[in-house]
């Protein structure tokens, strides 16, 4: 079966800190991969998607990137952390040949 | 470009009643419409989609969804409420040809006993 691994699932990091994501596909190829970001007022806002190992595209200029090592692997990083990266970030995963996406359990992140 | 709109903030409804979570969107194309539920702290979970074919979708936990081109709506029903339905709910787009999902804000569904 296809499941979507997102870790950690909480995670208090200090300004100006690095970051790094990780979230894996398991029992499927070549899927399309997404990070979302939450914030507080629950609106869900697109920051990459990738539908192939090394293809990446970002929705919005901010402080962080994206890499797509292997093909069911995808990495969100940042250099130096803001207050304002704070969030619920959301991993998800969608069959090319399918509609719907999949969504990991997400982490939680604090900048302080 | 798509957009979802998710007009209600919050949908109230008691327990055994029906209740309705409105969607409205825009694509220049054809949709792929989807209803996604998410709990406290939580990723969201897949309740039901809309591709082609009847305009009344059928999902997980009771849950259903009109399909209303003319109106481009995309409204999420359940015929009797449980208090366990109370979460936040989502409805996203995605047109055809298009690799990304569209999301909107969110409607918290409150179920009271």
Known sequence: ?112 | AQSVAQPEDQVNVAEGNPLTVKCTYSVSGNPYLFWYVQYPNRGLQFLLKYITGDNLVKGSYGFEAEFNKSQTSFHLKKPSALVSDSALYFCAVRETGYSTLTFGKGTMLLVSP
């Open chain 1, 1 to 112: 079966s296809q499941t979507i691994h997102q870790w950690p699932a909480t995670l208090v990091q200090p300004v100006g800190s690095p970051l790094s994501l990780e979230c894996t596909v398991e029992g499927t190829s070549n899927p399309n991969l997404y990070w979302y970001r939450q914030a507080a007022g629950r609106g869900l806002q697109l920051l990459f998607y990738s539908v192939g190992i090394g293809q990446i595209s970002s929705e919005v200029p901010q402080n962080l990137s994206a890499s797509r090592p292997q093909d069911r692997q995808f990495i969100l990083s940042s250099k130096k952390l803001l207050l304002s990266d704070s969030g619920f970030y959301l991993c998800a995963w969608r069959p090319t040949e399918n509609t719907e996406a999949f969504f990991g359990q997400g982490t939680r992140l604090t900048v302080v």
